[in-house]
């Protein structure tokens, strides 16, 4: 198994430090939230995922850094910036973050909403009426669930619960004035609603509360006979990665189980707490969870703003939402036949979510209930709590298919749900396997076996994206569904190394991570750079979601200096320095954030072998962990129509988006691009959906006239 090269000598100008390109794209999603030409409620939802990226990002890259610096490691990373320096950058940067985030809901979008008849209140904005409903509501609904917890010598401080809401409260004892002032804590249980709707009146409307304030106004009913001299609502964060050592655990399912219960007590590494916190409260707080006061944000507003997820969906405004998209189910595949009959016309390749998701769940619902199929096998990375996917392949076992399902228990902050899909599989009669011991498994396949006739006959689907139907509806991402000889017996062979023993797999079509993935990618630049070297016409077009390997970023600095052109779509982290003289000046690259998460990988050689340009999709994006420390399937497209389809009609509309397309430049910072003079913005989610539309009407068109008895030819998509 080939690993990254070491130890070599480079300008550290070259590279973007990838935490701080992190934060760069973070900063991006928050730019999203103060964006107002998007509707109110979707601005809303981006300020969640502000917090929701910077929730992982504490609990897995800020984490691992600070155990860099306590374990007194000095290594410079690829930008030449040691732990130390990065841990304090990175401190920097997300604090001006969180502050632009709440200035934002503060001024913004609170506000925004107002204007709309949308109130989030204060204690003090509540009206007599609205203070007593909510009285009511914290009797019967939240004081039941409560269990106050009272700090002295028999009560020690609690082990605080990764990211769970707390209380904290200064008590006074009036009877004992000589008695310093107490401690006590109200753990606020993960099952309560963190946002409660009051209901609105005739005259009045209805206002919603953060339930933290709802539990400091009644705070005082959990401890009669004392004083409270101060509230104040905190979450603690804490390192979040698994330690799994997987050559010595017997049992990888029973082993990640227990890591799981034991990441409540990792250590913390960042506590967030209202603004109004006094000093010497704070101190004591930090001693007991042993956290030092940089790791601190002071937070003036809701905390936990990730929580507003739910009222995007408690708040019924159609009008302060994106219009409703349906996504088109291509004409081929509207026909009463099988899923497998089509796929034999030639093969097929979808968009999502412009495309429909559903022909990928019915590849697997078809093959549970037909006759003639007799195996079944997919990967699962991650996937929906009510995956239609799994169900069919547990009704397949049922229906006596030999079904394998190889499902990454490691799949970050998806161990639990994957832990319970895969105990539900196995008493299903499902083939359950966990993968490569040190690797994880996120390549996209899956293979269905069918007698026909005397023969059997394999299809497969690949694609760029998880088996999740919910995600399908808000990610891009590309599937591809063949029967062709050469492209699915490289499918089985990849599931016969998954799941017994191949020190040196071979593979016709497909590359494979991390086999030869890496190496193959390098050449194809390497091939683009002689061509450029020879005077001929040469080009790289590469769209992932990350570039971070340093092998890769020199290789594409090498092409450039040939004269090759590069454009790189890069949704988030990007270690390349565009733009730079004598190093990178031919190479653009660009982050285009947008409704709908853009998630496909594709990359684009002007050159083959034969001449030809060459299109590969597939699930890996350009990082040494999924070059080494994953096992990936990248594919190539190799029907004409469909390469131009993608080369032709998806990847040309990115290059030109004016409207959420930002330019990285060469000092990090990243730009947004203004149209030509006389032209409106051109977005290209809003491109891809209004020709979904399009096509979706051309295909009912050409039915209902079918129907009617006219004779139509019927486009295939």
Same mark, same amino acid.
């Given at each position: $198994?080939?690993?990254?090269k070491?130890?070599?000598?480079?300008?550290?100008?070259a590279?973007?430090n990838? #935490? *701080?390109s992190?934060?760069?794209?973070?900063?991006?999603?928050?730019?999203?939230?103060?964006? /107002?030409r998007y509707?109110?409620?979707?601005r809303l939802?981006? !300020?969640?995922?502000?917090?929701?990226n910077?929730?992982?990002?504490f609990?897995?890259?800020?984490?691992g !850094?600070?155990?860099?610096?306590?374990?007194?490691i000095t290594?410079?990373g690829?930008?030449?910036?040691g732990?130390?320096?990065?841990?304090?950058?990175?401190?920097?940067?997300?604090?001006s973050?969180?502050?632009?985030?709440?200035?934002?809901?503060?001024e913004?979008?609170?506000?925004?909403?107002r204007e709309k008849?949308?109130?989030?209140?204060?204690r003090?904005?509540?009206?007599r009426r609205?203070?007593?409903?909510?009285?009511?509501?914290?009797?019967?609904?939240?004081?039941?669930?409560?269990?106050?917890?009272?700090?002295?010598?028999?009560?020690?401080?609690?082990?605080?619960?990764?990211?769970s809401? &707390?209380?904290?409260?200064?008590?006074?004892?009036?009877?004992t004035? #000589?008695?310093e002032?107490?401690?006590?804590f109200?753990?606020?249980?993960?099952?309560?609603p963190?946002v409660?709707?009051?209901?609105?009146?005739?005259?009045?409307p209805?206002?919603?509360v953060?339930?933290s304030?709802?539990?400091?106004m009644?705070?005082p009913?959990l401890?009669?006979?004392?004083?409270?001299?101060? *509230?104040?609502?905190?979450?603690?964060?804490?390192?979040?990665?698994? @330690?799994i050592?997987?050559?010595?655990?017997?049992?990888?399912?029973? =082993?990640?189980?227990?890591?799981?219960?034991?990441?409540?007590?990792?250590?913390a590494?960042r506590?967030?707490?209202?603004d109004?916190?006094?000093?010497?409260?704070?101190?004591?707080l930090?001693?007991a969870i042993?956290?030092?006061?940089?790791?601190?944000?002071?937070?003036?507003g809701?905390l936990?703003? $990730?929580r507003?997820? =739910?009222?995007?969906?408690?708040?019924?405004?159609?009008d *302060?939402?994106?219009?409703?998209f349906?996504?088109?189910?291509?004409? +081929?595949?509207r026909g009463?036949?099988?899923?497998y009959?089509?796929?034999?016309?030639?093969d097929l390749?979808?968009?999502h979510?412009? /495309?429909?998701? #559903?022909?990928?769940v019915?590849?697997?619902?078809?093959?549970a209930?037909?006759?003639?199929?007799?195996?079944?096998?997919?990967?699962?990375?991650?996937?929906?709590?009510d995956s239609?996917?799994v169900?069919?392949?547990m009704?397949?076992?049922?229906?006596?298919?030999?079904?394998?399902?190889l499902?990454? !228990?490691k799949?970050?902050?998806?161990?639990?749900?994957n832990?319970?899909?895969?105990?539900?599989?196995?008493?299903?009669?499902?083939h359950?396997v @966990?993968g490569?011991?040190?690797?994880?498994?996120?390549?996209?396949?899956?293979?269905?076996?069918? %007698?026909e006739?005397?023969?059997?006959v394999r299809?497969?689907?690949?694609?760029?994206?998880? &088996?999740?139907?919910?995600?399908? %509806?808000l &990610?891009?991402?590309? =599937?591809?569904?063949?029967?062709?000889?050469?492209?699915?017996?490289?499918?089985?062979e990849v599931?016969?190394?998954?799941?017994? @023993?191949?020190?040196s797999? =071979?593979?016709?079509?497909?590359?494979?991570?991390?086999?030869?993935?890496?190496?193959?990618?390098?050449?194809?630049?390497? %091939?683009e750079?002689r061509?450029?070297?020879q005077g001929?016409?040469?080009?790289i077009?590469v769209?992932?979601?990350s570039?971070i390997d340093r092998?890769?970023?020199?290789?594409?600095?090498?092409?450039?200096r040939?004269?090759v052109?590069?454009?790189?779509?890069i949704?988030?982290?990007?270690?390349?320095v565009?733009?730079?003289?004598? $190093?990178?000046?031919?190479i653009?690259?660009?982050?285009?954030?947008g409704?709908?998460?853009?998630?496909? %990988?594709? @990359?684009y050689?002007e050159?083959s072998?034969?001449?030809?340009?060459?299109?590969?999709?597939?699930?890996a994006d350009?990082?040494?962990r999924?070059f080494y420390?994953?096992?990936?399937?990248?594919?190539?497209?190799?029907?004409?129509?469909?390469?131009d389809?993608?080369?032709?009609?998806?990847?040309?509309?990115y290059?030109?988006?004016?409207?959420?397309?930002k330019?990285?430049?060469?000092?990090?910072?990243?730009r947004a691009?203004t149209?030509?003079?006389?032209?409106?913005?051109?977005?290209?989610?809003d491109?891809f959906?209004?020709?979904?539309?399009?096509?979706?009407?051309t295909a009912?068109?050409?039915?209902l006239?079918? +129907?009617?008895?006219?004779?139509?030819?019927?486009?295939?998509?």
């Amino acid at each position: $198994m080939a690993s990254p090269k070491k130890n070599r000598k480079e300008n550290k100008s070259a590279f973007f430090n990838r #935490e *701080l390109s992190w934060l760069a794209f973070n900063r991006r999603v928050l730019e999203q939230a103060e964006d /107002d030409r998007y509707p109110l409620l979707e601005r809303l939802r981006f !300020l969640s995922f502000v917090s929701s990226n910077l929730d992982e990002f504490f609990e897995i890259r800020v984490s691992g !850094l600070i155990q860099q610096v306590e374990s007194g490691i000095t290594t410079a990373g690829i930008d030449g910036l040691g732990p130390k320096e990065q841990l304090r950058r990175v401190q920097s940067v997300a604090g001006s973050l969180v502050k632009e985030q709440y200035a934002c809901w503060g001024e913004q979008i609170v506000p925004g909403l107002r204007e709309k008849g949308i109130f989030f209140k204060t204690r003090k904005e509540l009206t007599r009426r609205e203070h007593q409903w909510l009285r009511t509501y914290f009797d019967e609904q939240i004081q039941p669930v409560l269990t106050p917890l009272a700090i002295d010598p028999a009560h020690p401080f609690p082990q605080f619960a990764n990211k769970s809401l &707390y209380i904290l409260l200064w008590l006074n004892d009036p009877d004992t004035p #000589e008695i310093e002032r107490m401690l006590a804590f109200i753990p606020v249980p993960r099952i309560l609603p963190r946002v409660v709707r009051v209901p609105g009146t005739r005259r009045a409307p209805e206002c919603y509360v953060f339930l933290s304030d709802v539990l400091k106004m009644f705070a005082p009913t959990l401890f009669p006979g004392y004083e409270i001299i101060s *509230l104040h609502a905190f979450r603690v964060t804490r390192n979040s990665d698994l @330690y799994i050592d997987e050559e010595e655990v017997e049992n990888l399912l029973q =082993s990640i189980e227990e890591e799981l219960y034991n990441l409540r007590k990792g250590a913390a590494v960042r506590l967030e707490i209202e603004d109004s916190v006094e000093e010497a409260l704070l101190d004591e707080l930090l001693g007991a969870i042993r956290l030092s006061k940089q790791f601190v944000f002071r937070i003036q507003g809701p905390l936990n703003l $990730m929580r507003m997820m =739910s009222v995007y969906d408690l708040i019924d405004r159609p009008d *302060l939402k994106f219009p409703s998209f349906y996504a088109h189910l291509p004409t +081929a595949l509207r026909g009463p036949g099988s899923i497998y009959d089509t796929i034999k016309g030639g093969d097929l390749l979808l968009h999502h979510p412009y /495309d429909s998701f #559903e022909p990928v769940v019915d590849f697997v619902r078809q093959a549970a209930i037909d006759p003639q199929v007799l195996a079944i096998k997919i990967t699962l990375y991650r996937t929906s709590s009510d995956s239609a996917i799994v169900q069919a392949l547990m009704d397949a076992a049922k229906n006596d298919k030999q079904v394998t399902v190889l499902i990454e !228990l490691k799949a970050r902050f998806d161990e639990a749900n994957n832990i319970n899909w895969a105990k539900q599989l196995d008493e299903s009669g499902v083939h359950v396997v @966990y993968g490569f011991v040190g690797l994880k498994t996120h390549c996209k396949c899956a293979l269905v076996v069918r %007698r026909e006739g005397g023969q059997l006959v394999r299809y497969a689907h690949l694609g760029t994206g998880n &088996y999740h139907p919910k995600t399908a %509806r808000l &990610y891009t991402d590309m =599937s591809l569904f063949t029967c062709k000889p050469e492209m699915t017996e490289d499918v089985a062979e990849v599931f016969n190394t998954l799941t017994g @023993y191949a020190k040196s797999p =071979s593979f016709r079509k497909v590359l494979v991570a991390p086999y030869t993935l890496h190496k193959k990618m390098n050449e194809f630049i390497a %091939r683009e750079a002689r061509n450029a070297k020879q005077g001929k016409s040469a080009r790289i077009m590469v769209k992932c979601n990350s570039l971070i390997d340093r092998e890769t970023i020199e290789s594409l600095y090498a092409a450039s200096r040939a004269g090759v052109q590069i454009d790189l779509i890069i949704r988030g982290i990007c270690g390349l320095v565009p733009g730079v003289k004598g $190093m990178s000046e031919n190479i653009r690259v660009r982050s285009i954030l947008g409704r709908y998460l853009e998630h496909s %990988r594709i @990359y684009y050689f002007e050159n083959s072998v034969a001449g030809e340009p060459m299109v590969w999709i597939g699930s890996a994006d350009w990082m040494a962990r999924n070059f080494y420390r994953r096992v990936e399937v990248v594919f190539p497209v190799e029907d004409a129509a469909l390469r131009d389809q993608i080369v032709l009609e998806i990847l040309p509309p990115y290059l030109k988006d004016t409207r959420a397309a930002k330019v990285l430049r060469p000092n990090g910072s990243y730009r947004a691009l203004t149209p030509p003079k006389g032209e409106a913005p051109f977005s290209v989610q809003d491109h891809f959906t209004e020709l979904a539309k399009v096509r979706s009407q051309t295909a009912e068109a050409a039915i209902l006239e079918e +129907a009617a008895g006219v004779a139509v030819a019927r486009p295939a998509f």
